[in-house]
């Protein structure tokens, strides 16, 4: 299948989920359970997409687990989400450099 | 007002650019997905899903649910707008809608025009599709184990948008929590690892936020 059916497909769905609701029911839902849900939906999302990916996205597994102790800790201490992107992604460009000297010697 | 999201939206989408060279799209096809999508999480997992070659269905389902927190965005955005902003603007309006530029507008006081939303999305709009241009023709230059960690930015900014509110929200802390497991039993369990990774989002997401949402129910002035 070409790319451009899935780019095509995942660009048409999204855009229906913002514009039926902002052009066709103006209303405010009423469902006090489905505004919850809509409300959780980013962090659980955001959580399993993360984790255990995080993991398997590097060179090695090792500094994977760095990066996500790392951003855990920044994002705890409430710094900010640019910080956190880069203080992860340094961390493991550091520890892979690092272990390619270290398999040098 | 819209600078610092496109700046901050530059460096994050200068990740998944370099991030979707790194799995084999050409920069040019990872700007297209950025310019027709404007989402993070929504294209990250449809990368995926590209990369491991999913069906179309799953796509659908996949972009449903994890981008259905637009759907209560673009109602609560349709309110604030009143019936000043006509039908036309409205379907313009709504692909600018992500997290950061509804936050934006609805924190403004003043009444919503049609050129104020429009220009709050369109730095961020460029921002975003710019940095992944950026990152996507740097990735190819680069080694891949320095387009991974480049990919990792991506991760960084999710943790970073997790873990304050489940810092201080119990229900959220609850949420991620289940989800995490969730995620590491599709990943681990023998039995499920067969289980496509679009398809194991869709059900830990819809799991977590459901079990979150019958536990702890938002009251009315606390959603968001």
């Given at each position: ?80 989400l640019l ?23 | 007002m819209g600078l610092p999201v496109g700046l901050g939206y530059f460096s994050v989408s200068f ?19 950025s310019a027709?999508?404007l989402t993070s ?51 313009l309006i709504?692909f600018f809608n992500t997290d950061e530029i509804f936050a934006l507008a609805?924190a403004d ?6 050129p104020y939303l429009l220009g709050l999305g369109l730095l961020p709009f460029l921002g975003w599709t710019g940095g992944t241009l950026a ?90």
């Amino acid at each position: 299948m070409s790319i451009y059916t899935y780019i095509f497909v995942m660009a048409l769905t999204t855009y229906l989920i913002r514009v039926i609701p902002m052009t066709l029911f103006r209303r405010p839902l009423k469902s006090r359970f489905l505004r919850s849900f809509l409300h959780y939906v980013p962090y659980a999302c955001l959580t399993a997409m993360t984790f255990p990916a995080i993991l398997e996205s590097t060179a090695s597994r090792y500094s994977g687990a760095a990066a996500l102790v790392l951003a855990v800790f920044l994002a705890y201490r409430g710094k900010s989400l640019l910080t956190v992107s880069l203080a992860a992604s340094g961390i493991v460009i550091l520890m892979e450099q690092g272990m390619k000297l270290f398999a040098l010697f | 007002m819209g600078l610092p999201v496109g700046l901050g939206y530059f460096s994050v989408s200068f990740g998944f650019g370099a991030m979707a060279v790194s799995q084999g799209i050409r920069a040019l096809d990872a700007t297209l997905i950025s310019a027709v999508n404007l989402t993070s999480a929504g294209q990250f997992a449809g990368l995926t899903l590209i990369v491991a070659m999913g069906s179309l269905w799953e796509m659908v389902m996949t972009q449903i649910v994890i981008n259905s927190r637009y759907s209560l965005m673009s109602l609560a955005l349709a309110q604030r707008m009143g019936q000043r902003i006509g039908f036309l603007p409205r379907l313009l309006i709504a692909f600018f809608n992500t997290d950061e530029i509804f936050a934006l507008a609805m924190a403004d006081p003043e009444p919503l025009t049609v050129p104020y939303l429009l220009g709050l999305g369109l730095l961020p709009f460029l921002g975003w599709t710019g940095g992944t241009l950026a990152g996507g023709l740097a990735g190819s230059a680069l080694p891949a184990d320095i387009r991974a960690a480049l990919g990792v930015m991506l991760y960084g900014m999710f943790i970073a948008i997790v873990i304050p509110p489940a810092k201080q929200e119990k229900a959220v802390l609850v949420t991620v929590i289940l989800a995490l497991i969730c995620s590491c039993v599709f990943h681990w369990a023998d039995g499920l690892k067969t289980v496509s990774v679009g398809v194991s989002i869709v059900i830990c997401t819809v799991a977590a936020a459901g079990a979150a949402a019958i536990c702890f129910p938002v009251e009315p002035e606390e959603e968001s």
